[in-house]
């Protein structure tokens, strides 16, 4: 039975560390996988772009932060620009589907259209799950992903923090993470503290 | 009075910053109407917008040339609504004032009234609610000409949030006479004033210090002798990413008196951090020089080295995902690692308690006379082989159809269903009185008898039944380890299963294989009959511990149904060996009867109908007081009061589980140590099938019990290995 103990604690010994990645966030950590359907019901995985950059964009149309962002064009013109580089951005809206703010897939897809944004993959994330394994507080929040899967950066979209600056003249982070970690170079800010409306978990 | 008040509202829209100067010009008919109306009201009409009302006020009846003076912006912020402080926390903006003031009139900061802590969900913001004063102090210059009027102009804006936030904001207004005498405003007077003593200050006579560990910082506050309990802390920080807003902030006393707090460093730590900024509230007050003073400013050096910390976890929610499952480390490696524990394992399984005694019969019989040694053993031994690892491959196929299905299943989910568990008990101790001689049951599963017609296709079977009366073994012993394999993709999880199958298969096919071998065996002799009767009793102590499990799922009614039922089945075998033994037919109509009478006893429990009613949960741990029944939302709301919490998921038929309990967390010296540190003691029972039980391990990468978890303060979450010890357990409370 020794034997058969040792089996099961080292077997327990392998558990540990994956449970320990999947909470993992931070810039430099792994980014913890997911599988979401996207507003038109296909099945999507972090894992299955791994080899490409993710950028992770946290969403909420009803948010005056999102609208400035949304209003001024500014997440639509990065999402075209890095979509045209190979990039996939994959935007969430992890509003609690329990909350007046909720919007099914059909409503963000609309919605979606209506910005005339060009996100990679949209999905509703109505448990709030992917939100919760990443730790995620705000709306707009984002996250860069490297082709190998590591966290990249992490934190706001800009040094704007406020609902009605310019996107569009504030320095972007997600830009420059991309932009730096394309070149080759480490990327200057990792990250920063997000802004913006709660999550509605 | 001579106090006028002007306002002009436009809320919600970004206001050009010269406008309020270009109002001065209509200025002379404005303050005629305010003038008016100032007659009847002291001070004019504030400014609403939906959920919050404005307005700038002022203590003073005047300004006093080259002395400060303080008005405050009021905000009236209606119920359930809140606005936010200079750090707002996990999220929001602070509330700003952009003056326009005439020349040389200059305003300071906003002075900010202690924030609260306000949780939204699982994060937690820095802010308001109900009316909250931001004073400010306004210096008119020396040579402001008394007799004169001065117009205090400001735009306000803020963000108000409920479950939705809404930008707003106004431009305010407040004229004021210039005199060289001012009286207080009644109005405003002594509410301001509460507002000022209610500012954080300095705490004078307490030593304060500030160290920094990790991805932690202490905070000490010393009173001075005789200052009394100043009860629950919470400090805020000046600015964002240095203290994780929804972190939580655990207090304790420290060593010589000080007032510990350990607070948690922002995830988003950046950049130099050697000094603590902030406010410290306190629920009763601080003692300060014989008054008390509720919330205090706190300027420290911070020492040691501080680095960013995690993320808060925010898995605080009652509803837990089945998507964002703990993706499993896909690396070779461990797939390797994974097979070769299996092999092992599955070579251990023939050592278990169901298996042994069949197995070894099984073996022994081979030595026996009349086993040839040519190829049709061998053929035997592979469909032996092929049968083990089949049926193994087949239990996990059917456990990853019914998860790809949508059921919330994991390994051991054999034994959730009470059914299963009736027929395997009876299924031993039809076995067991078979080892005993209460009858004979044919070659099928010793090897011995009469000689076989279809002797692969019954190896092949035999294969099949070691399988079937080993799963009760899987499941306690190697339940969390097959768990772990099921969180793998399909392909390599059937690889492991089989791979565990050839691991059972391969002892008693290489004696198959290989006659030379069986020259170790000892030879058969009357020894073997005795040897056989013995090992019914594991068999007899399998079916009592399978008793024990249907009697934590259900109820002590449906232990008594299936001990009657054993009862039955063992007159039916004794009637049924009477009559092949000679015995007139009424015995065989006997046996008939008792084999319906025992399928009708127990088809309430075959079918799952006795499942103990939705309202009563498993009896595995209700005797113990100290733990409390596991839900999704009892930990979140245990883990947000700040509570340590250890969660143990068990399950009645898990051996491993039972033997962690009563050897270590039944201890004296382990439930001390939680009740010191004042740890929530939950335990998540298994033992019958429960999804959000499943989703919970899934979440932890895991997919069997046990497992145990402590959830510590501002950390993540540690699991513990799955065989504890004390030191195990201790080790981690000591590091909470």
């Avoid at chain 2, 031993?428 to 044919?442: D, I, K, Q, T």
């Avoid at chain 2, 007139?584 to 008939?592: Q, W």
Wanted: some cysteine.
């Amino acid at each position: 039975m020794n034997t058969a103990m040792l089996h099961i604690r080292r077997i327990s010994l392998l558990a540990a560390v994956s449970a320990a990645t999947a909470f993992a966030q931070a810039p430099g950590k792994a980014a913890p996988d997911f599988a979401v359907n996207d507003v038109a019901g296909k099945a999507v995985k972090l894992s299955d772009y791994r080899g490409k950059y993710v950028v992770l964009e946290w969403t909420n149309p009803d948010c005056p932060f999102v609208r400035n962002h949304y209003g001024k064009r500014g997440m639509q013109a990065q999402q075209k620009r890095w979509g045209g580089e190979d990039v996939v951005w994959l935007t969430l809206n992890s509003t609690n589907r329990n909350h007046p703010e909720y919007k099914t897939p059909a409503a963000m897809a609309d919605w979606m259209k209506a910005q005339d944004g060009a996100p990679g993959v949209l999905a509703v994330d109505g448990e709030s799950a992917v939100a919760r394994a990443y730790g995620v507080k705000t709306t707009p929040e984002m996250y860069v992903i490297d082709p190998a899967g590591t966290v990249i950066y992490a934190g706001a979209v800009d040094d704007g923090r406020s609902t009605r600056h310019d996107p569009r003249r504030a320095n972007n982070f997600v830009q420059a993470a991309l932009t730096q970690a394309k070149a080759g170079q480490a990327v200057a800010q990792p990250s920063t503290s997000p802004y913006g409306c709660s999550l509605k978990y | 009075m001579n106090v006028r008040s002007t306002v002009s509202p436009t809320r919600c829209r970004p206001t050009p910053r010269d406008k309020p100067r270009r109002l001065g010009g209509a200025h002379a008919l404005v303050a005629a109407v305010a003038l008016a109306a100032a007659a009847t009201h002291a001070l004019g009409a504030p400014v609403k917008t939906d959920h919050v009302e404005a307005e700038l006020v002022s203590a003073q009846s005047a300004l006093v040339p080259g002395q400060p003076a303080t008005v405050a912006l009021r905000l009236t912020i209606e119920d359930g609504w809140h606005t936010y402080w200079k750090n707002p926390g996990d999220s929001g903006l602070p509330t700003t004032l952009a003056w326009k003031l005439p020349p040389g009139f200059a305003a300071g900061e906003i002075a900010w009234p202690p924030p609260r802590a306000l949780p939204v969900g699982p994060l937690v913001n820095h802010g308001f609610e109900g009316e909250v004063l931001h004073l400010v102090t306004i210096t008119p210059p020396a040579d402001a000409k008394p007799g004169s009027d001065a117009t205090l102009a400001a735009r306000a804006d803020w963000l108000v949030c409920k479950e939705t936030c809404i930008p707003d904001g106004a431009d305010l207004a407040l004229t004021l006479p210039v005199a060289t005498t001012a009286a207080t405003n009644a109005a405003w007077a002594p509410r301001i004033e509460a507002a000022r003593v209610a500012l954080p200050r300095a705490l004078d006579g307490w030593t304060t210090a500030a160290r920094g560990d990790g991805d932690r910082i202490v905070l000490t506050l010393t009173p001075p002798p005789g200052a009394a309990d100043p009860g629950a802390l919470h400090f805020f920080a000046d600015a964002d990413a240095r203290i994780e807003p929804s972190g939580a902030q655990s207090q304790a006393r420290g060593a010589g008196g000080g007032y510990a707090l350990t607070l948690p460093v922002s995830s988003a730590l950046t950049g130099d951090f050697k000094r603590l900024t902030g406010v410290v509230t306190a629920e009763r007050g601080f003692g300060v020089g014989g008054g008390t003073v509720k919330a205090a400013t706190i300027d420290a050096p911070l020492a040691g080295a501080v680095v960013a910390g995690a993320k808060p976890k925010l898995d605080a929610g009652p509803t837990l995902d089945v998507n964002a499952r703990a993706a499993p480390s896909a690396s070779g490696t461990p797939f390797i690692a994974a097979l070769a524990l299996a092999f092992v394992g599955g070579m251990i399984l023939n050592l278990m308690p169901c298996v042994f005694p069949v197995l070894s019969l099984k073996a022994l019989s081979l030595a026996a006379p009349g086993h040839s040694d040519g190829p049709s053993m061998r053929v035997g031994a592979l469909a032996f082989a092929a049968g083990v690892m089949a049926t193994f491959v087949a239990l996990a196929a059917l456990l990853l159809a019914l998860r790809a299905a949508g059921e919330q299943v994991g390994w051991g989910f054999q034994l959730q269903a009470p059914g299963v568990v009736t027929a395997l008990a009876v299924l031993f101790f039809v076995l067991a009185l078979n080892l005993s001689g209460v009858f004979e049951f044919g070659a099928l599963w010793t090897g011995s008898g009469r000689p076989l017609r279809h002797p692969h296709a019954d190896a092949f079977l035999s294969g099949v039944l070691a399988v079937v009366i080993a799963s009760p073994c899987t499941a306690p012993f190697m339940g969390a380890a097959l768990g772990y394999a099921l969180t793998a993709p399909a392909p390599a999880t059937l690889a492991v299963f089989a791979v565990l199958g050839a691991g059972m298969a391969l002892p008693f096919a290489l004696l198959s294989w290989f006659p030379a071998w069986r020259r170790v065996l000892p030879r058969p002799g009357p020894w073997m009959a005795r040897l056989k009767q013995l090992l019914a009793f594991p068999l007899y102590a399998t079916v009592a511990w399978l008793v024990w499990v249907l009697g934590a799922q259900v109820d002590n009614d449906a232990v008594v149904r299936l001990l009657i039922t054993l009862v039955v089945v063992a007159f039916a075998l004794w009637a049924w060996r009477a009559f092949r033994g000679g015995a007139s037919g009424g015995f065989r109509v006997a046996a008939l009867l008792a084999v319906v009478g025992a399928v009708a006893l127990a088809w309430p429990l075959l079918r799952g109908d006795a499942t103990a009613s939705a309202a009563s949960a498993p009896k595995s741990g209700a005797s113990e007081t100290a733990w409390q029944p596991w839900s999704p939302a009892r930990v979140a709301d245990l883990s947000r009061d700040g509570v340590p919490v250890f969660v143990d998921f068990t399950a009645a038929w898990c051996v491993t589980c039972q033997v962690n309990k009563r050897l270590v967390l039944n201890d004296a010296s382990v439930r001390a140590a939680f009740a010191q540190r004042n740890v929530a003691l939950v335990r998540a029972d298994w033992t019958r099938r429960d999804p959000a039980i499943t989703q919970a391990l899934a979440r932890l990468g895991r997919n069997g019990v046990p497992v145990y978890v402590l959830y510590r303060p501002g950390r993540e979450p540690l699991v513990l290995p799955e065989v504890l010890s004390k030191g195990i357990v201790e080790d981690a409370l000591a590091a909470i």
